[in-house]
């Protein structure tokens, strides 16, 4: 399984981006997914999730209610569309997928077996 994050870029502060994660190779199966973010010097982040059926997700506080995730099954690709960004929502974004993982236990990095490259978000002015 690979996965593609892209559409990562330059946004001032308040802006929106939307980033995507296409997933491929055994896509026969289903996986819930993940997007979590890595700014210089600290650790990785979950910022939000969503089931395989895309019925069900989550986000952390700090990004709850100006990020939303969804998924289109039917092209392989989940996507994050962030609002309001801030500079402190500057970092590598990272996509995660995994066949197993539970509505309980997507925010931990352990739940997820396969990651992509991440995508650089820099807010800026």
């Known amino acids: 399984v690979q996965l593609q994050a892209s559409g990562g870029g330059l946004v001032p502060p308040g802006g929106p981006l939307r980033l995507s994660c296409a997933i491929s190779g055994r896509t026969g199966r289903s996986y819930g997914m993940a997007w979590f973010r890595q700014a210089p010097g600290k650790d990785r982040e979950f910022v939000a999730a969503?089931?395989?059926?895309?019925?069900?997700?989550g986000y952390a506080d700090s990004v709850k209610g100006r990020f939303t995730v969804s998924r289109n099954s039917a092209k392989k690709t989940m996507y994050l569309q962030m609002n309001s960004l801030k500079p402190e929502d500057s970092a590598v974004y990272y996509c995660?997928?995994?066949?197993?993982?539970?509505?309980?236990?997507?925010?931990?990095?352990?739940?997820?077996?396969?990651w992509g490259q991440g995508t650089q978000v820099t807010v800026s002015s």
């Open positions: 969503i089931t395989r059926t895309g019925g069900g997700t």
């Open positions: 995660a997928a995994d066949e197993n993982v539970t509505l309980s236990a997507m925010r931990r990095l352990s739940s997820y077996d396969y």
